[in-house]
């Protein structure tokens, strides 16, 4: 009797060692996988997924690589859209004009009533090297009033009263105002566009360099 007493004794005694090993050693595991993110966090490291058995780790690592994915595709198609929008310029611009050109016609009516034509454009800018001598120009000849002016004035705190003061007694207190002048790009093609179809002759090549001017024809299709 009293060694099947010690015998069941012995027995408990190695199933509770056995289970508080395993016990240990899932906390063990589980405290390493902790260790190994919070020191990628802290360090700036790159987990691989061979060290990670948590699914849902996984599974962020697969979003993210169809977020580089989708982020791919996005690229290729804003570089076929910058081609085909090259492709539509050439034809609007170039070879579509060219065509009615060679056909001596300006307007061409096609067999399902659409009216193709070729309209003249224009367009201009002012480069920041160009702007003084092209206001300039402006000024001189009386367009003056096409040119925009922003003048903008810093204050500091508590100054809101002296911010309504006139712009002199400003500059008499050490408040220098900053001025930006500039013709609105829509405004520029308008003026550009009556100078040249007018025939102004003081519009010269000369005067047209300065504010960049082009001069083309662009299709136009009334369906």
Not at 29 to 36: F, H, L, M, R
Not at 38 to 53: L, Y
Not at 98 to 116: F, R
């Amino acid at each position: 009797m009293k060694k099947l007493f010690y015998v069941f004794l012995v027995s408990s005694i190695c199933v509770g060692l056995i289970s508080c090993a395993t016990t240990y050693s899932k906390i063990t595991k589980s405290k390493t996988t902790n260790t190994v993110f919070e020191n990628s966090e802290a360090s700036g490291s790159t987990i691989d997924d061979s060290t990670v058995e948590d699914s849902s780790i996984k599974d962020l690592s697969t979003l993210c690589n169809k977020l580089l994915k989708v982020e791919g595709e996005i690229g290729n198609v804003e570089e076929r859209l910058q081609r085909l929008k090259e492709k539509q310029r050439e034809l609007s611009e170039q070879i579509i004009p060219d065509k009615l050109g060679q056909l001596g016609v300006t307007n061409l009516k096609l067999n399902d009533g659409s009216q193709i034509s070729a309209e003249p454009f224009y367009s201009a800018r002012i480069s920041k090297e160009k702007l003084e001598d092209a206001h300039a120009w402006l000024r001189e000849k009386g367009h003056g009033d096409i040119i925009k002016n922003t003048l903008t004035l810093t204050f500091g705190q508590g100054e809101d009263a002296m911010a309504k003061e006139l712009v002199d007694q400003l500059i008499s207190q050490g408040h220098i105002p900053q001025e930006k002048e500039a013709v609105h790009p829509s405004t520029l093609r308008a003026f550009v566009k009556e100078q040249i179809e007018s025939g102004n002759n003081a519009f010269d090549f000369d005067v047209q360099k300065k504010f960049s001017v082009y001069q083309g024809k662009r299709t136009k299709i009334n369906r």
